[in-house]
């Protein structure tokens, strides 16, 4: 089978969510129930929180999810179609391929945004966080996404599969995931930093139908 797995966040759905902001709640939240963490130059993100808070305070878990939640429901609210989204999953479906969401966002959330933007019927699975053991960049979602379409193992590598997001977090995930990566407006510095090499680098998500099925052999 062929499957095109689409991030949602800045790739399909445009919203104000602020990662940045999260991880600034999220870390004064632990730091005023277990104290500093070690200084450092670059500022932590929300996946470092999480794993830090599961290993040093796992009992504070509950209400740092619901920090995270928080933002992603305010966020919600603005959310509206990346330019080239709904092409894309068309062109994508029409061409043939099973089409899969993988997103850190949590469910609720994710199955409102996709309502709200039209793309609700879109996708034969929808994989956030709550199906997750861990968080991109970390590739459990692709265990998930296996499972369910029958694919390759992790060791295998997959059976003509895409990763299509607009982070290194999408590309470090899909890489670890021997899934090619379709990078939408990817940082190239990001590229570099996490030595993310992707298949093809799309400033148009309109273009993505057309340079998948110029892809079979």
């Known amino acids: 089978m062929r499957l095109c797995v689409f991030d949602l966040d800045h790739t399909l759905v445009r919203s104000p969510l602020d990662l940045a902001a999260m ?21 932590y993100r929300v996946g470092e929180l999480i794993t830090h808070c599961q290993r040093e305070a796992p009992h504070l ?5 619901a920090i995270a939640l928080d933002h992603e429901r305010r966020a919600l609210d603005a959310a ?45 699975l929808v994989v956030t966080r709550d199906e997750m053991r861990q968080m991109k960049p970390d590739p459990d979602g692709w265990r998930v996404i296996a499972s369910h379409f029958g694919l390759a193992s992790l060791r295998d590598g997959p059976a003509a599969a895409y990763m299509v997001g607009d982070s290194w977090v999408d590309g470090v995930a899909a890489t670890a995931a021997r899934v090619p990566f379709v990078a939408y407006r990817v940082n190239p510095a990001d590229l570099a930093r996490w ?8 400033h148009d998500l309109a273009r993505l139908p ?8």
Request: charged content about 25%; glycine content about 6%; aromatic content about 6%.
């Open 210 to 217: 057309d340079w998948l099925v110029e892809q079979r052999p």
């Open 61 to 65: 878990e509950p209400p740092v999810w």
């Open 195 to 202: 030595q993310i090499t992707p298949v093809v680098q799309l």
């Open 80 to 124: 509206t179609l990346e330019p080239g989204a709904r092409e894309a999953v068309a062109g994508v479906r029409q061409a043939g391929f099973a089409t899969a969401l993988w997103t850190n966002n949590a469910r609720e959330v994710t199955l409102a945004a996709l309502e709200r933007c039209g793309l609700a019927n879109d996708f034969e």
């Open 23 to 43: 991880a600034v709640d999220i870390r004064a939240f632990l730091e005023a129930h277990c104290g500093p963490l070690p200084a450092r130059p670059e500022r």
